[in-house]
């Protein structure tokens, strides 16, 4: 698991974002997204029109290393890429709770 020491503050609810208030938020340099229950961060980036460097989708090449800047994201299985303090793999990791990326869409 890997954490970042940055706290978010909270993100004010609108009306639209209420249905998805439980679940988790990933703040990037383009806004607010909110992923799905089960999905990974790449999946929710993806989703998001996010263009992301991955080769192999389960934290074995580390292709995907992204800078976390805030939160914490849990790895189902733990990755064989090394990842050190600060960063994450979207490949295979979910957000707990509100994270931020440092990433922009291209």
């Known amino acids: 698991m890997s954490d970042a020491t940055n ?3 909270p993100a004010p609810c ?3 974002a209420q249905s998805e208030a439980g679940s988790p938020r990933v703040h990037t340099q383009d806004g607010v997204l909110h992923a799905h229950p089960g999905e990974s961060l790449l999946d929710t980036l993806e989703r998001h029109g996010h263009r992301v460097e991955f080769q192999c989708r389960s934290g074995y090449c580390g292709a995907c290393r992204t800078p976390l800047l805030a939160g914490r994201v849990h790895y189902p ?4 890429a ?3 303090p ?3 793999l979207p490949c295979c990791c979910r957000p707990m709770g509100a994270i931020r990326l440092d990433i922009q869409k291209d």
């Not at 299985?77 to 064989?80: D, E, G, I, S």
């Open 7 to 9: 706290m978010l503050p």
């Open 14 to 16: 609108s009306a639209s």
């Open 77 to 80: 299985n733990v990755p064989l």
């Open 82 to 84: 090394f990842v050190s």
């Open 86 to 88: 600060g960063e994450c």
